[in-house]
C-alpha cells in the first residue's frame, strides 16, 4: 500500500502559478509511474501530465502543454506540479496517482492508475 497526499491548492488570480506536490508513503516511490489528473464540478476526471519512474517519459494533456511542467524529486518522494499562465477553466480537484511498474511508456487514463490522493484545490479567478 502506498499514500499519497497532495499539497499546494489555492486560489490564484488568472496569469498566476502555484505549484502542487504529491508526497508518497512508500520508498519505492522510485518504481512509480506517476500522474496528475483534475476534475472541475460536473466534470468527469480528465489528466493532465504524466511522469515515467526515472523522469525520461513526459506527457502532457494538450490543453496544459507550455504552461504546465511535471517533475519529480525521488529522494523525496515527491512528484511536482508547476502551473504557470492558470486560466480559470484550470479550476478544479487536481489529483496525483501511482503506478508501479518502471517502463518507458506513459500513461493517461485513470484506470492505468492503482494509488490515489485525496486531492487540492485549485481556483483560478478570473
Known amino acids: 500500500q502506498v499514500q499519497l497526499e497532495e499539497s499546494g491548492g489555492g486560489l490564484v488570480q488568472a496569469g498566476g502559478s502555484l505549484r502542487l506536490s504529491c508526497a508518497a508513503s512508500r520508498r519505492t516511490f522510485s518504481t512509480a509511474a506517476m500522474g496528475w489528473f483534475r476534475q472541475a464540478p460536473g466534470k468527469e476526471r480528465e489528466f493532465v501530465a504524466s511522469?515515467?519512474?526515472?523522469?525520461?517519459?513526459?506527457f502532457y494533456a494538450d490543453s496544459v502543454k507550455g504552461r504546465f511542467t511535471i517533475a519529480r524529486d525521488n529522494a523525496k518522494n515527491t512528484v511536482y506540479l508547476q502551473m504557470s499562465s492558470l486560466k480559470p477553466e484550470d479550476t478544479a480537484v487536481y489529483y496525483c496517482?501511482?503506478?508501479?511498474?518502471?517502463?518507458?511508456?506513459?500513461?493517461?487514463?485513470?484506470?492505468?492508475?492503482?494509488?490515489w490522493g485525496h486531492g487540492t484545490q485549485v481556483t483560478v479567478s478570473s
Open positions: 511522469i515515467n519512474w526515472n523522469g525520461w517519459t513526459i
Open positions: 496517482a501511482a503506478r508501479f511498474e518502471r517502463s518507458t511508456l506513459y500513461y493517461a487514463s485513470s484506470q492505468d492508475y492503482s494509488y
